[in-house]
């Protein structure tokens, strides 16, 4: 436990990757096999269950540090994080708990989950007496099923190989599918024996990533020369088969072939030795779903088959960067997507749900191509990517033959209605607010947002809250509307769960309008003139 | 508070005595000012009259600036104004800061301006009075806010620096620079290695030296030519030059920030320093409920921080209190990098 805390405040207190890799490799050198098992378990995201909920940690909290609810509710709002607040709110205490990690997780932590609530009263409330401040935290994180950690399976892994000098892409590997964290699973992800099996097959490409275009197309020479497809917001993804085994990279260099099993099922289909580049998009009925259905599905190690139906996915492929074994990046773009349209029509019926070629968006001139992206909205799309026929596959962000050409969102000049503090990084400042626009002379809540703002502005927005205070409800403040501030979002849709009968997607603060008064804010009807806009588009 | 007869008010302009015609840290122009300390939320220019206590005076001066009518009471010493009877008492917030008490026909108030209650090398301690008014800060008035023991934090910056300058890199720690700053270079271990300052922290260090404030021997970073002297050593500097390019000078360097804030982790992640060191001139939790039990105050109103929260808890546990809202910031942040880049900026000019 000790040295795990210590290996949990280090990663904490920097942001810089090799200092994490440092303080990883530090960990694993020293740590006994049992608990490196378990920190390499908690630390590549899978967490236990909860093992006591939150309600009864908070209560227990309030009793020993003798604060009234109120109190408590107030430091969790002003902390952001019920863990760190309870470890703040016990009374101090200097004693270091030294059981080992396996031992507290075997022993303390998961017979207790479903226990008796008398017996699971006192053994927190004994392994808080025993423990100091960043313990108490620790070990709140884990009992409530809340244990985060700033590093990703990346860096875990790159710790790892760089400590068994065993190559990275074969770590990821070895830590794929179920494992039970024990002290022989641990040494067999470090050691420097390699299976047959562990040739660097898993080995992804760096993605090509494109800029915005910021310059007339003109400028790009001729339309003949160029390919625009539509631009898909979902997860950009690394398809690979080679030697029979699948791997789906993301743009982080995951490896989420666990998250997505229909994506790898469908992929056992594809000719030996392809590697594809695409968007994997939730998507029903031919059209694509909300990206927030997406997100659903990210941050989980296990998919259920609830999940696997309320989410399906495809995969709109656009690249093809390995073909029968053969590197295809130096080939030209008109050349590789040929090829790629062969494979994905003679795919075998198990993948042609999931494996979807991106549609090339035909056009004669710049200006015909410029009245086609004005469908993108009503597409679900962001806009369109503009590919030269004649390009390689370039490694990392270029300019020059990739560009994007995303479409402008929708802006509207809102005032600030109602503030609440933000969590985590933002915690104690007032950074989450809510906007009116005018309705018959009133304001009216239409949208909540809370990016945009620079940290100065932030800070600016959290004095005048507190300034300007009308009400208190809980954690919510209401502000005497003064701040008008432009509003971006993606779409609108009408909606009746909302007051305005409009919801919006994406709403983001542009920046803040202190040149405007309250008075030429927007109303709703312009609001909703928006809307009829939209939905016009989108019949035509 | 509002009513007439009550010995302070609050004004537009400020706290205010009627009766002996003055006003406690104004915020606005006035004829007499009694100002608790040199921070830049209680010390404002351009009134007409100062009364400071006698061990801020040099700050007092830097502040307010050297053409300034300023008298000067020491710690203790009665100053009379119209029958009413003022002295100022150390508060241990900063160097020459004071609690003001104001006594008239027997009636005590007393304005505490910032406090702390854990000792401080470079300032005289705290002294628990006796009032029927207690005028209280809550910067950090919630029960999160405890102060780990200050030899621990300084352990804490210690270790941080030999490690940085094992691994060949500058420490750079942001602190305040009207008192954290000196705190830090008087309480750290000074044989570690060499000290630079920022333009803003060395005019005041100066200032503490001279009002007799034991400190190691600083270099100001400016009168640096050659940038291989920054190796390994501290720079302390304010917390406005984070993320400026002046500190590109230090080459690869790791960052600390000295605060009460840091003490809750997304404070530090927002400040985005590598490492966030928990020391406070305000008083914590436990030593605002220990300095307001001492007073013994049949009232007490609560200016600035988490004021809400504190004037609840208090009169749920049998104190009477009332919120009071000021224009006092308590975080000196957001000010005094207001003013620490005002000397930032001169730096820059001079050179």
Known sequence: ?540 | MSAKNSLITLTKSGLYCERGDFFLDPWLPVDKAIVTHAHADHTYRGNQKYLVPREGERLSRIRIGYDAVIETSAYGETVDINGVKISFHPAGHVLGSAQVRVEYKGEIWVVSGDYKLTPDATCAPFEHIHCHKFITEATFGLPIYRWTPTEIIFEQINDWWRRNQKKGKVSVIFAYSLGKAQRVMNGIDRHIGKIFTHGAVERLTQAYRESGVDLPETKYVGAVENKKEFAGSLIVAPPSAASSTWMRRFGTHSTGFASGWMIVRGARRRKAVDRGFVLSDHADWTELQTAIRETHAETVFVTHGFIDELVRWLNENGTNAKPLQTQFVGDEDALEDVLATEFFEKEIENQ
Not at chain 1, 248 to 258: P, T, V, Y
Not at chain 1, 380 to 398: A, F, I, N
Not at chain 1, 419 to 435: E, H, I, M, S, V
């Open chain 1, 1 to 540: 436990m000790k040295l795990f805390t210590e290996l949990y405040t280090e990663l904490e207190q920097t942001n810089k990757t090799n200092e994490k890799v440092e303080a990883l490799k530090f960990y694993f050198e020293c740590a006994d096999a049992r608990d490196a098992a378990w920190a390499l378990y908690f630390l590549s995201g899978r967490k236990p269950r909860q093992i006591v909920p939150s309600k009864k940690l908070r209560e227990w909290a309030i009793e020993i540090s003798q604060v009234p609810e109120w109190l408590y509710d107030e430091s969790r709002d002003t902390v952001g994080d019920g863990a760190e607040t309870i470890a703040l709110l016990l009374p101090n205490n200097s004693s270091i708990d030294d059981t080992p990690l396996h031992v507290l997780v075997e022993e303390r932590l998961v017979p207790l989950r479903g226990a008796d609530e008398t017996i699971q009263y006192e053994e927190v409330l004994s392994s808080w007496q025993a423990m100091n401040y960043s313990q108490r935290l620790v070990y709140n994180k884990l009992i409530s099923g809340s244990f985060r950690v700033g590093v990703s399976q990346l860096l875990v892994t790159r710790a790892l190989a760089q400590l068994s000098d065993v190559p990275t892409d074969i770590i990821a590997q070895r830590l794929m599918g179920d494992w039970q964290p024990t002290a022989e699973f641990y040494e067999k992800v470090v050691t420097s024996e390699m299976k047959a099996d562990e040739r660097p097959i898993a080995r992804p490409f760096p993605f090509h990533l494109a800029h915005q275009i910021d310059f007339p197309l003109e400028k790009l020479g001729e339309i003949k020369d160029w390919q625009a497809e539509w631009k898909w917001d979902g997860i950009r993804v690394q398809v690979i088969k080679r030697e029979s085994q699948v791997f789906l990279w993301s743009r982080g260099e995951d490896l989420i072939s666990e998250r997505f099993p229909e994506i790898a099922e469908a992929a056992a289909f594809l000719p030996e030795g392809t590697v594809l580049d695409g968007e994997i998009l939730p998507w029903r009925d031919d059209s694509v779903l909300p990206f927030t259905e997406l997100q659903r599905r990210i941050g989980r190690k296990n998919i259920s088959d609830k999940m696997l139906a309320e989410v399906p996915v495809i995969v709109q492929v656009y690249d093809l960067l390995e073909f029968e074994n053969e590197d295809m990046r130096t080939e030209e773009f008109e050349k590789r997507r040929k090829t790629l349209e062969q494979i994905i029509t003679s795919i075998d019926n198990g993948g042609k749900t999931i494996f979807r070629i991106t549609d090339s968006v035909r056009a004669e001139s710049w200006k015909q191509l410029t009245e086609k992206r004005e469908n993108s909205r009503s597409l679900k799309v962001e806009g369109l990517m503009l590919k030269k026929l004649d390009s390689p596959y370039r490694v990392g962000r270029h300019r020059g033959d990739w560009w994007k050409w995303k479409i402008d969102p929708f802006t509207i000049d809102a005032v600030l209605l109602y503030a609440q503090k933000g969590t985590g990084k933002r915690a104690n400042l007032f950074t989450d607010y809510t906007f009116a626009v005018w309705k018959e002379g009133e304001l009216v809540p239409f949208a909540k947002a809370y990016s945009g703002l620079t940290d100065k502005e932030i800070r600016k927005v959290d004095k005048f809250v507190r300034d300007n205070t009308k009400e208190t409800f809980g954690p919510v403040r209401s502000v005497l509307p003064k701040l008008v501030f432009e509003l971006a979002f993606e779409a609108i849709q009408k909606s009746s769960r909302h007051k305005s009968g409009v919801a919006v997607r994406f709403p983001r603060i542009l920046r803040w309008r202190d040149d405007k008064a309250i008075e030429e804010a927007d109303s709703l009807e312009a609001i909703h003139a928006l809307l009829e806009g939209y939905e016009a588009e989108g019949k035509k």
